[in-house]
Nanobody, 135 residues
């Protein structure tokens, strides 16, 4: 079965950094769309970053652009989210998500899914990792 395993969440002070990891198993990682959503208490789910594994095209939401960077290690079926200059508003549960994989979506479709917050289109979700930013 397809599984996503996230790690790296923690409690940090404002201005700090964290790197989240998401390892995909049982999954056709080739030409797949993967990325991160987050949900803060009392707020809606928010798409923040995505990557198309075939070629590495990326998307970052305006709320994190310049502070967060999504990347991948193709050989390890792993997607990362480097988070710098963390703010209290970044406090949330962070979820790794994946498309059906294996070229089901194109790179432009991948970007579209994140840009327009189409969370229901992602077929596989991780269990979530908590990020807390507090002084």
């Amino acid at each position: 079965s397809q599984q996503l395993a996230e790690s790296g969440g923690d409690s940090v002070r404002p201005g700090g950094s964290l790197r989240l990891s998401c390892v995909a198993s049982g999954y056709n990682y080739r030409d797949a769309c993967m990325g991160w959503f987050r949900q803060a208490p009392g707020k809606e789910l928010e798409a923040i970053a995505g990557i198309y594994t075939g070629g590495g095209a990326t998307y970052h939401a305006d709320s994190v652009k310049g502070r967060f960077t999504i990347s991948q290690d193709y050989a390890k079926n792993t997607v990362y989210l480097q988070m710098n200059m963390l703010e209290s508003d970044d406090t949330a549960m962070y979820y790794c998500v994946a498309s059906p994989g294996g070229g089901t979506w194109s790179a432009p479709v991948c970007e579209y899914r994140f840009k327009y917050q189409e969370s229901s289109r992602f077929t596989t979700w991780g269990q979530g990792t908590q990020v807390t930013v507090s002084s």
